[in-house]
């Protein structure tokens, strides 16, 4: 009995510790220029990296550690310090800085140049993954059994809703009104809805990662479906301010639904797997990312 009651709290460790964790992708910015045969990295801004954690490609090889050296610091590579790449020849046309994710590697900043040979001017030089002010949220889903549209408690089925009605509702995952499509829903602090549909149709019984990005700066939703951005359709104002305060009520739904509106409705009957929410709109390869690693 002793040996079962060691064994049950064992399991019951490494299930909820041990499961794998979506991990979170650095944002670099980082100014990237040659002289010769040597490539110049600064790192304008950005989460520090670590040492063995990313390298860097000069026209598709990749500069061994030897070759790397750290100017003005000392690792993690950090905002103000300097990298300096050494090639084998001054014919250099294109620089990529690479992040060594698990499983996935990730593009963090590149550079192209025109002319191979001399001092030229980039002809890009911006960070190809980056955040910005706004919110994401994430999750994996599985419909088990669509609700039924024409059944008043069973439209809409919701995945996730933080608050109880449509006065302070901040977002909502989950079917449109006829259970065909992804929706999502955010309310802003002018009061006002934006609302976009996935163009993706979900299956019954298929796992499906399904990203909502609201960025505040130009004020636009996008919904991402198994890491791919989709056109979407929907309507959504201007911004004037950000999300909607929350009262702090958050509800994931069940097959006994949502109370929403004082009733219980808005049904889901399925499976949901690393549900997460961020405070910034996540970038592509940050999403790509998470759809590559799985079901956690």
């Not at 399991?11 to 650095?26: C, S």
């Not at 040492?51 to 026209?59: I, L």
């Not at 002319?115 to 889903?141: D, K």
């Not at 995945?159 to 302070?168: E, L, P, T």
Request: charged share 15%.
């Amino acid at each position: 009995m002793v040996a079962l009651i060691f064994l049950a709290a064992v399991l019951a460790y490494v299930f909820i510790f041990q499961l794998p964790a979506i991990e979170k992708i650095p944002m670099v910015a980082a100014d990237i220029t040659k002289n010769g045969s040597q490539v110049s990295l600064f790192f304008k801004n950005g989460d520090p990296l670590e040492q063995g954690r990313f390298y860097v490609t000069v026209n598709g090889d990749r500069v061994s550690d030897g070759n790397l050296t750290l100017v003005g610091g000392s690792y993690p590579w950090s905002p103000g310090e300097r990298l300096i790449a050494n090639y084998s020849t001054s014919a250099i046309n294109d620089v990529k800085l690479v992040y060594l994710g698990k499983p996935t590697s990730i593009v963090l900043a590149s550079a192209y140049f025109s002319a191979p040979s001399g001092n030229t001017t980039p002809v890009n030089n911006t960070p190809l993954y980056s955040r910005y002010p706004g919110f994401t949220a994430e999750t994996w889903m599985k419909w088990t059994q669509n609700p039924t549209p024409t059944a008043n408690d069973q439209q809409w089925a919701m995945i996730v809703v933080d608050g109880d009605n449509d006065s302070n509702r901040v977002y909502q995952i989950g079917h449109d009104m006829s259970n065909t499509k992804f929706e999502f829903r955010i309310r802003m602090t002018n009061n006002q809805e934006g609302l976009i549909m996935s163009d993706t149709t979900p299956q019954q019984g298929i796992w499906y990662h399904v990203a909502e990005v609201y960025n505040q700066t130009p004020g636009t939703f996008k919904i991402f479906v198994n890491g791919n951005p989709e056109t979407g359709t929907g309507s959504w104002s201007t911004d004037t301010g950000g999300m909607h305060s929350s009262p702090g009520l958050y509800q994931v739904g069940g097959p006994a639904g949502i109370s929403y509106g004082g009733a219980a409705q808005r049904k889901f009957n399925g499976d949901i797997s690393g549900l997460k929410t961020y405070g910034e709109a996540l970038s592509q390869a940050e999403i790509l990312a998470h759809y590559t690693a799985g079901v956690p």
